[in-house]
């Protein structure tokens, strides 16, 4: 499909489910013209439910798109969450995408990726669409062994290293501990990260102390998506009154960008 | 359609419609059809314009511009509530001169009328505004935003209070030879006077209304939700309290009306017609799906057909009490 690089909003039709457990389950779905111009990095907007409650679509970062199919990784956190949860084969969603910025392409220099949770779901595209060159690495953090299962949406072959919280798999601790012994031992090209926010703080501040380039993908409430109702502002680093808009500056930012001292939400 | 038509309108209409006539005459406006944009819901339409026909729309209303610059609030800026959004966006643009630099050459080449709403700290601020955006050319019609829930000087404060709110409306009709609308807050206790004031003081037309004040407490975090404490409600939630009031004003004066409030369908377009508005905003709805005013209009063709209704302005004020028709 030939993409003409706008946003489009479409029906689109469910046509495949997994359930990775712990919440976690993967939706895809059939979205020609989306899914041909997405980019790793890149989020939807996805409304799976008849009527007003509830009222506003849900944003997901694109886990994957191949030919006109489009999947996403989401975990139930909330009511819309839980009723995407029940979408099967067969049903229809509204889709709206693709939205916000992507992350670059790979540079000759190898790079770590860090994710939390469902925070897995760029770089699952990101390896899709680029494979791991030598050296790439993924770190994966999780609350317990129970949330390992979504490692296998990601089918390319990549090098990675598992932390659990309650250390009943890999590595007990944060994702941020083995990432810092790790830059201990080398430094990568650049460091690309997703998850929650205190992750993602965490990374961007060992990432500064090691001078390495960080990018990270960012989450906060999103009512539109497409840059009109000026919602999902995001302080700008060294300013207390200057915002970026995640959902059309981002959702990728470099990591010096951002003020991380205050939750945006 | 005609297959599905009820026994009422096969009496009703006697032909089938080859041609549903949408168009409106709003106060000293001619709209092709009544649906419009609510501001603050559809950037300057260059947001929308990847989704949907911009020329296809009544007009465009634009989010408010003021003087300055403003950043907005601080976030979380919208919350979602019951069929609802929460929103406390702070007024957030790039101020007057960006405004005609940067957003007008686009909207200037727009077929369809193009409406800026504004807002100011003061009645001066108001008035310059409108004056150097009457100055610039390309806008149909400027529409005061003197209800902003959501910024503490001017907006709210304004609107709430009718001298005051008079006043803002006298010294912009002097500034300006276009049309001006009024957009109204429902955060009084009763808003005839304060529509009545402004239309003495030169308003061709009212908008109503603006969000309601609400709040969200985030129970985890034991503080309000919002960044700004109190935001403006809008959405599916607030179409019965929306409706109610442009219902009130039709009922007692007579001045054109833009209805908005919750409106996601045609059938909702049409009751806010029946009550007496001229022409309907689809506000939050565009947020949900970015073609749901062209939608609206769509199904007002579809709705005409099917009820035998030629033109769709004779159906303005139709629900309310027969004296007022």
């Known amino acids: 499909m030939k993409c003409d690089n706008s946003k489009k909003c479409v029906d689109a039709e469910v046509i495949g489910r997994k359930d990775y457990g712990g919440g976690m389950f993967s939706l895809t779905l059939r979205a020609r013209e989306i899914a041909g111009c997405a980019a790793p990095g890149q989020f939807v907007t996805l409304r799976g439910w008849e009527g007003a409650v509830p009222l506003i679509n849900r944003p997901f970062s694109v886990a994957g798109a191949k030919g006109d199919d489009l999947t996403l990784l989401i975990k139930v956190a909330g009511v819309g969450t839980e009723l995407l949860s029940r979408r099967k084969r067969g049903d229809r969603t509204q889709l709206i995408g693709p939205l916000g910025n992507a992350f670059p392409q790979p540079c000759d220099r190898p790079d770590w990726l860090v994710a939390g949770g469902v925070g897995l779901a760029p770089f699952a595209f990101y390896l899709e669409r680029h494979g791991a060159a030598p050296g790439t690495k993924l770190f994966f953090g999780a609350r317990g062994s129970e949330d390992l299962n979504v490692l296998k949406s990601i089918r390319k072959k990549v090098d990675f290293e598992i932390s659990t919280e309650d250390g009943s798999a890999g590595r007990r601790g944060l994702v941020t501990d083995a990432l810092r012994a790790a830059l201990r031992k080398g430094k990568p090209g650049r460091i690309m990260a997703c998850g929650p926010w205190g992750m993602m703080a965490a990374v961007a501040a060992l990432a500064a102390e090691n001078g390495v380039c960080c990018l990270v993908s960012l989450e906060t409430y999103m009512t539109c998506g497409f840059g009109a109702c000026m919602g999902c502002v995001i302080r700008r680093a060294g300013s207390q009154t200057a915002y970026y808009h995640v959902c059309k500056d981002g959702p990728v930012f470099d990591a010096t960008e951002i003020d991380w001292s205050g939750r945006p939400t | ?325």
């Open chain 2, 1 to 325: 359609m005609s297959a599905k038509k009820t026994k009422k309108t096969k009496t009703a209409a006697t032909a089938p419609i080859r041609k549903v006539d949408l168009s409106v005459k709003l106060g000293p406006l001619r709209l092709k059809n009544p649906v419009m944009t609510a501001s603050g819901t559809f950037g300057t339409g260059e947001e929308y314009a990847e989704f949907v026909d911009l020329n296809s729309l009544g007009a465009v209303v634009t989010k408010t511009v003021t003087l300055e610059e403003r950043i907005g609030n601080p976030p979380p800026r919208t919350i979602e509530t019951p069929a609802g959004l929460l929103n406390a966006i702070g007024l957030q643009n790039v101020g007057l001169r960006r405004f005609l630099d940067e957003k007008m050459p686009f909207l200037a080449g727009l077929k369809a009328p193009v409406i800026v709403n504004i807002a100011g700290n003061s009645a001066e601020e108001y008035a310059r505004v409108a004056r150097e955006l009457t100055k610039a050319g390309g806008i149909a019609a400027i529409e005061m935003n003197i209800s902003c829930p959501n910024v503490k000087r001017g907006g709210v404060s304004i609107g709430v209070d009718p001298e005051l709110a008079a006043e803002a409306t006298r010294k912009c009709r002097r500034a300006t030879d276009l049309p001006l609308i009024v957009k109204l807050t429902p955060n009084v206790t009763d808003m005839l006077p304060i529509a009545r004031a402004v239309v003495k003081a030169g308003a061709d037309i009212l908008s109503m209304v603006n969000t309601f004040r609400g709040m969200a407490i985030d129970i985890r975090l034991r503080r309000p939700a919002l960044g700004n404490v109190i935001g403006g409600l809008s959405g599916p939630a607030i179409k019965p309290l929306a409706l109610h009031h442009v219902y009130r004003i039709s009922s007692e004066m007579r001045i054109p009306i833009i209805g908005m409030g919750g409106i996601r369908a045609a059938e909702d377009a049409v009751e806010f017609m029946m009550a007496g508005a001229t022409a309907v905003s689809v506000g939050t709805a565009n947020f949900i799906n970015p073609a749901a005013a062209p939608r609206v209009i769509e199904g007002l063709e579809g709705w005409c057909r099917k009820e035998g209704v030629e033109r769709l302005r004779d159906i303005i004020g139709a629900a309310l009490p027969k004296e007022q028709k």
